[in-house]
């Protein structure tokens, strides 16, 4: 059936071939004589050129030997113009660009036209000028055209005087009159020819545009014959292009092909709708067969057997499954009446009431379970389905049953039971309180033993955790009704893969703390709903208040240690102002008794001593300060005014052991949200610490010094800003490097060794690092550099800066 079709394919095939050969025979020849004809105007144009060429170049020698002058220059230009249309206009210009002498046609526009005495225009010509003095030879060009002026091609012939060069001869011709002049005839008729620039922008000559075939559907439809070359001398700048005049018919001419490709068509087309029918009548026949195969197919394989009932409660049919579950083959089966041979002995009564139920259509849409006896002499649970058996003609015949095997579902249905008891037993033995509520209802679906002994048996112990915990519900208005999105404040991913939230609340009531936890569920019923579990972690948060308050009470002894430790600075640098108050005021009494004082020199050492108090009250107030416990507060603290109330405590006990303090705080550095008192413990303690190694090594004056640096980083990740203490003194041994944060291990005889242990705590409990490690001079120890850093927490405030770098 499919051989007509594939001839007449073939047939269509070979005459569409055999015409687009033709064709492209024909291009291809039009193209060679396309090729040979560009070649011909090609070498006219340039012997033309080269004459004009030659022409200027023997009126430049002329010039260069002093045999012309301005006057019969012009004489011999008007001649050359005159002779040759293409020539527009032939000029004299000296080596400085001023133009001798300018013979121009009549037809060339006013303001192109060159006037003698006048100097070069910038742009293209000033350009090319140039070119033909480096090169000493003829240079062509084109200059940019303007709209009012037509395009032009320029001719640079330079003059030479013993060797040097003199200036140039520059003729301009005229593209189109060029064109017009140097095409042959015979080619100008054949074709259409045109002068384009280096940007195939047309300068003169015509051009022919593609053209769209009527149907779009040839090849050769949009084919214009082309081809182009560039012009010597002058190069890529001026391209000739020529194109073939159309010769073919279009249309007309290929309407033999359209025929012949439309009687092929139609052919073709009674070919298919013919073989269509064929194959739509063959698909028929082979579906009658396919259903009535899929369909006794359909009831042998199903799993469930299939029973049939006449009215009178004769068995009419089973199915393969029906005789593979009772072990009983359809020809034991078909036509026999109750009592059936798979009725267990001792369920004959039972099973014969629900065959009447059965024949008088009562059996319930859920069906019936009954045990079923194998033949051989096994018994297994099975469910019955009924309904009725309608003919063709709508008439009941008798009823249709179906079995199912539920002996596996029973089984595991009382595993489930089992399950679910043990895991009830676990749920009431927790010691955390377990309670499930779905969304939006005050309906408790499930409660442990903890949790009724704590909140009853009522929902609203669930509703005040979960309220309490912050965590979403979906509360409901006075009218029972949700006035937002149901799914409003609801995890948005699936259930399964959603992350439980926790909480730590205080339940007066109780009064108690407890751990709350929520998670979102599907209850058995489909509904969404909410299960909360709430643990008693009294115990753990009093043990933490504990801690908290013992650790507040250790940061409190380690500054007041601190001070005691510079006791003795302390008291040298008060007594300092003290002294000078006591001699002032003595002076004063002295003087007032004896009338030697005037009130000018009383007002001075009243100042005097007014300023020494105050600066004895300014110590006694940072020592106040730096002591005072005070519950800890987390605040946006400004870098240099912490390290500036540090620097002014620590330097009382750098002077007395004559230590020199240097410290450096980067510009624009960030606040930080710590404890300040803290932070000034800290640095005072490796500041003291740092001196005192300086004191004990016996360094000499000239490197007894400490280091203070505190400079923005970057921190696993974050910004941070890092505070380092360096000294000169003896370092740390390795042993003591290991040990060297344990509480109550100390290498000073006096120490308690609670200083740095202390210190790495405060680091720690504002998120940050503390580490110590030795300078070195090659193999000798040098020095020692205790360093932490404090992590910058997002605030507006950190984007502005708060001072400016400070070097003391």
Known sequence: MLAPLAAVLLFLAAIVSAFGYLRLEEVEREQEAVKRDLEYAQQRMRLRLLERQEQLMRLARDVSNKEVDPEEFMGRAESLVAQYPELQAITWIDDRGKVIASQVTPSLAAGSAWIAGERLRAGDTEGTFGLARDLLQPVYSQPAASSTTLPLLQLHTPLTHLGRFAGVILGEYSIDSLLRYGVPTEISAKYAVALLDSKNTVLAGRSIPVRQNTFGLLPWATHVNEDEAPVSPVGNGLILRVQAWRTSLGVIGSGLFWLVCALSAMTAWMLIANWRHTRRRMHTQHALVAETTFRRAMENSMSTGMRALDMHGRITYVNPAFCQMSGWSEAELVGQTAPFPYWPEEDHELLRSLLQQELAGQIPPSGVQFRVKRKDGSLFDARLYVSPLIDAVGKQSGWMTSMTDITEPNRIREQLSASYERFTTVLEALDASVSVAPLGSEELLFANKLYR?????????????????????????????????????????????????????????????????????????????????????????????????????????????????????????????????????????????????????????????????????????????????????????????????????????????????????????????????????????????????????????????????????????????????TDTGQGLAPEVMERLFEAFFSTKAEGMGIGLNLCRSIVESHHGRMTARNLYNGQEVVGCCFCFWIPVTDSPQNDVSKDSGVTA
């Open 453 to 725: 002994l704590w909140f009853g048996a009522q929902a609203a112990g669930h509703l005040q955790l979960v309220e309490q915990a912050g965590m979403p519900a979906q509360p409901l208005t006075d009218d029972g009704l949700d006035h937002v999105d149901s799914l409003a404040g609801l995890p948005t991913g699936t259930l399964t893969g959603a992350t439980s939230e926790n909480a730590e609340i205080f339940v007066a009531p109780l009064g108690k703390w407890l751990e709350v936890r929520s998670r979102y569920l599907n209850w058995v019923d489909g509904r969404l709903a909410q299960m909360v579990i709430a643990t008693d972690i009294t115990p753990r948060r009093v043990a933490e208040e504990l801690s908290a308050s013992q650790a507040d009470r250790a940061h409190s002894a380690s500054r007041l240690i601190t001070m005691g430790e510079m006791a003795s600075s302390m008291a040298h640098e008060l007594n300092q102002p003290l002294t000078a108050i006591n001699n002032y005021c003595s002076g004063m009494v002295t003087r007032i008794k004896g009338r030697q004082i005037t009130e000018e020199d009383l007002l001075g050492a009243l100042e005097k001593t007014s300023r020494q108090a105050q600066r004895a009250g300014q110590i006694i107030q940072r020592i106040r300060s730096f002591v005072k416990r005070s519950e800890p507060n987390r605040t946006l603290s400004d870098v240099p005014g912490m390290v500036a109330e540090a620097v002014e405590l620590a330097e009382i006990e750098f002077r007395r052991r004559n230590v020199r303090l240097t410290h450096h705080v980067a510009a624009r550095l960030p606040t930080l949200n710590v404890d300040p008192i803290l932070i000034e413990q800290v640095l005072v303690n490796l500041m003291k610490n740092a001196a005192e190694s300086i004191d004990s090594a016996q360094r000499p004056s000239a490197r007894r010094s400490v280091e203070l640096r505190v400079v923005p980083k970057i921190e696993e990740g974050s910004s941070a800003v890092e505070f380092s203490v």
